[in-house]
């Protein structure tokens, strides 16, 4: 398996464990019952399927790290406003 291949799979791992568990961002462990799929709603009230801003930064970072072969702070950070001011 190629490195792009792992870092493609752990971001799609992050976005669909954010946006199951944006649901219950904030609760406190045992005062919910358990979910097992994408319902939405939770504080931000989000769609079924939306990530938070957790993996929005994270895809900036890896983003960043792949087109600039390396770290970069001065393009990570200015990724980081553009979806700030763009989303």
């Not at 568990?21 to 989000?46: A, C, H, K, N, Y």
């Not at 929005?56 to 393009?75: I, K, V």
């Amino acid at each position: 398996m190629y490195m792009e291949d792992r870092a493609a799979g752990a971001l799609v791992g992050l976005a669909v464990g954010d946006a199951v568990g944006t649901t219950l961002e904030f609760e406190t462990r045992g005062s919910f019952t358990p979910i097992t799929d994408m319902v939405g709603g939770g504080p931000f009230q989000l769609q079924a399927g939306q990530w938070t801003d957790d993996t929005s930064m994270a895809l900036c970072l890896g983003h960043s790290l792949l087109y600039q072969n390396g770290f970069d702070a001065t393009d990570q950070m200015n990724r980081y406003c553009n979806w700030y001011q763009y989303g």
